[in-house]
């Protein structure tokens, strides 16, 4: 389902958006001091490490169709999903953006039978 959030549009990540997600979130983690690891691993196939495992990974663009945020449901079990991968380009941060990702996010944990979510970050990460 794509949601609009003018002049923003959020959606299900599609496989051109793959270089640009990884682009995102190495940038970000470098920006913050931290590495990437084998927890980042599930980017090398995002349909398999989300999708398929009936979870969700979402992207927002802005209006040049540019990739500033994403984040992921990924399944823990059949019950709870973790938010992963939430990431927001610096020059869109402090709008709001976040809160509405994280919103949608809780939404379709329900719509897709989670009953609980968790989220797990660097200390580093605001």
């Not at 994280?102 to 609980?116: E, P, T, Y």
Request: with cysteine; glycine share 8%; proline share 2%.
């Amino acid at each position: 389902m794509n949601k609009d959030i003018a002049p923003f549009r959020w959606h299900a990540a599609l496989p051109q958006h793959h270089t640009a997600i990884k682009k995102l979130i190495f940038d970000i983690l470098q920006e913050y001091g931290l590495k990437q690891g084998a927890v980042d691993n599930c980017l090398n196939d995002i349909d398999l490490h989300y999708f398929q495992k009936g979870g969700f990974f979402g992207v927002l663009l802005n209006e040049k169709d540019q990739l500033i945020a994403t984040a992921g449901l990924c399944p823990i079990d059949d019950q709870a999903a973790e938010i992963r991968k939430m990431y927001l380009h610096s020059a869109f941060r402090g709008q709001g953006l976040g809160k509405y990702i994280v919103q949608d996010l809780i939404l379709k944990a329900r719509n897709l039978g989670f009953l609980r979510l968790e989220l797990e970050t660097a200390s580093v990460l605001k």
